[in-house]
């Protein structure tokens, strides 16, 4: 065997392999692009694949080759080995999305800014948006009446504002872990009778790490429990300093549902997008982002898409996402017919071949040859890189990690919008008690379907319906199938729901409590019984059905559990300090006088 080890059979490629690791000539920069798997890295940086695995394992990650890496992780390991790591240069088209697009500083206007709306659950984020909406966008000539695309435009002193009409941090993650930077200007709500809750923190730490400008709104300053000092306090303790204080955090103080000091609002959103000076150029063939899409029966699929740059027009051929299309009927938050868009408007369009999702970037071609290649090439690269990503589950699998695969909970979900799948899927896919994970085996736009229930019963999943209902059929089903339907309408909600019924899967864990110790004063031994011990309570209680362990000069020298308990000839459930009893314990005869007997038992350990 020694001998093959240096003498290896395949000598020639161990040779290549060898020179290659060792000679080759180590490249100076590495370009990185989304989805480089370990194979992609290595050829790029001219290394061994087993190199790359070696590093990753010394990071503490055991990789396959296939197994794509993410941008921080290649930084290192370029760090590593002298290497600089550089952003790709994108020429091809069809990746718009991830192109930047210089614009000549001559063309550019003032746009009006796009504000999402963020906090704790009840702090009032919905009575905000339905104040501002209700008091303030601009009836249109038609009559219009406000509609809900998703966002919508307000008119205040003669500037415009466009706010996105789904409240919650959901959204906000959701349409960034797709790459979209749609918002730009958060307004935090927190209710003054209350306080920074989980959700404040989480909101401030999502604009921070998006590099957004927040407001603080202290609402519900009309309560009498209103604290608004606290408030300002406690998130000074978050890095929020109000500016009265000498910090850089403008907050204004209102009641959304009185509709007070909401005009103070909007004049600090103007003036914070007047300084960050938020512009684009209206006179170019249309970019933006999506920011909600359904199927709707009559008109097929339609999406609400906000312009980033450049103007956007009926009869335009447009890629989005995955998919492409002409424009045919284009309306705003009024429900009116329009004909052009320009920069931070919402609309809402109509003639898209497929439903795309929130946070899919779109852009206009030149004529339907090009868009319709552009939506394939698209498609083509997302096959592939979820084959990459199936590789790498199919190669867990193989591995066979047993005690990971039994640590989840599946859940099939369905709803009426592709956004608040999205949102659903981004806060589920997080949650992870004790490496207790969810699995999503499915999550469609749509009503729950006999064919849903039939996979959740072959997955032993637990279906989620939001904002949707079962028809009689399908509960039917459901009942006859043991299948468990959860019905929902409030994306927090399904969060508790299910992270109260994870920790309910747990395996319950218990810890081990001593409870008391006695001394064996005396031995009795009685055939067939075995061996009785007259022992003195010296501390805690003796309880029946307890564990023993038996101490002898300090050692452990037996662990089992306590056969019988008696004071004086009757069986006794306990005996506390300072008295006397008799026990035995269960196969183990051999107590002695001066023995220990320590009393112990398990207490379940809740999961937090
Ligand atoms: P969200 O979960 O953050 O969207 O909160 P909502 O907008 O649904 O508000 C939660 C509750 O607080 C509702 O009962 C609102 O009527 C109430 N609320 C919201 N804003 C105010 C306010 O300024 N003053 C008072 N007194 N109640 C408010």
Redesign the pocket.
């Known amino acids: 065997m020694a001998k093959r080890k240096f003498y290896p059979k395949n000598k020639k490629n161990n040779l290549k392999k060898f020179k290659k690791e060792n000679k080759a000539k180590k490249v100076e920069v590495v370009f990185f692009r989304e989805g480089m798997n370990v194979s992609d890295l290595a050829s790029a940086m001219n290394v061994s694949n087993a190199l790359i695995i070696k590093k990753l394992m010394n990071m503490g990650m055991m990789t396959s080759i296939n197994e794509v890496i993410d941008r921080d992780t290649i930084e290192l390991i370029c760090l590593e080995e002298g290497v600089e790591l550089q952003d790709e240069v994108i020429t091809d088209v069809s990746r718009y999305d991830e192109m930047d697009f210089e614009e000549d500083p001559e063309n550019l206007v003032l746009r009006p800014p796009i504000v999402t709306i963020m ?10 948006l ?1 104040t501002i909406r209700n008091t303030k966008v601009a009836e249109g000539e038609a009559g219009g009446i406000t509609q809900h695309i998703g966002a919508y435009q307000i008119d205040f002193e003669n500037k415009k504002i466009t706010f996105i009409d789904t ?2 941090h959901a959204a906000f993650t959701e349409m960034r872990a797709r790459g979209a930077k749609v918002t730009d200007i958060v307004v935090l ?1 927190v ?1 003054a009778d209350d306080g920074v809750m989980p959700q404040t923190k989480e909101a401030i730490d999502h604009a921070k790490s998006a590099d957004v400008p927040l407001i603080v709104a202290i ?5 009498p429990g209103a604290k608004v000092e606290k408030i300002m306090s406690e998130l000074s303790e978050k890095g929020l300093t109000p500016e009265e204080w000498g910090g850089d955090t403008p907050f204004v103080k ?5 509709n ?1 000091n909401i005009e103070a609002l909007l004049e600090m959103i103007i003036l914070i997008s007047e300084v960050r000076e938020l512009k684009a150029n209206p006179n170019k063939k249309a970019r933006g982002n999506v920011i909600e899409a359904r199927l709707d029966k009559g008109r097929g699929p339609l999406a609400t898409m906000i312009v980033e740059n450049g103007t956007l027009s009926v009869g335009d051929f447009i890629a989005v996402g995955n998919t492409y299309g002409k424009i045919r009927i284009m309306n705003n938050h009024l429900g009116e017919i329009i004909k052009k868009a320009e920069p931070s408007t919402p609309v809402e369009i109509t003639g898209l071949n497929e439903v795309p999702y929130a946070g899919d970037k779109f852009m206009v071609f030149d004529d339907e040859k090009t868009t319709k290649q552009i939506a394939s090439d698209r498609k083509s690269r997302m096959r592939e890189l979820e084959l990459k990503k199936k590789a790498k589950s199919s190669l867990d699998m193989l591995l066979g990690d047993i005690e990971s695969s039994e640590k989840e909970l599946n859940l099939l979900i369905k709803a009426n919008v592709n956004g608040s799948i999205e949102a659903l899927k981004g806060l589920l896919e997080k949650i992870d008690f004790e490496g207790f994970h969810v699995n999503i085996i499915r999550a469609d736009v749509g009503a729950i379907s006999e064919n849903d229930v039939s996979l959740a019963s072959a997955a032993n999943a637990i279906v989620i319906g939001f904002n949707v209902r079962p028809t009689s059929n399908v509960k039917n089903l459901a009942n006859t199938e043991g299948v468990e339907i959860r019905l929902y309408s409030i994306i927090y909600r399904v969060q508790e729901d299910i992270e109260n019924a994870i920790k309910g899967m747990l395996k319950p864990r218990f810890e081990e409590v001593v409870i008391g110790q006695a001394e064996v004063r005396e031995t009795y031994k009685i055939s067939k019984i075995g061996t009785i011990a007259g022992c003195y309570v010296t501390d805690g209680v003796i309880q029946k059905n307890s564990m023993a362990r038996v101490l002898r000069e300090g050692l452990v020298i037996y662990e089992g559990r306590l056969g019988s308990l008696k004071r004086f000839k009757d069986d006794v459930k306990e005996v506390k300090q300072n008295l006397e009893c008799g026990l035995s314990i269960e196969n183990f005869n051999d107590i002695k006088v001066g023995d220990i007997i320590e009393i112990s038992t398990q207490k379940r350990i809740e999961v937090k």
Not at 119 to 128: C, E, F, N, S
Not at 254 to 258: D, G, P, V
């Open positions: 906090g704790h659950v009840d702090h009032g984020k919905t009575t905000l339905d409240p919650g709500v209710a609402n519900k300053i009309d309560r209102i009641s959304a549902l009185k007070e």
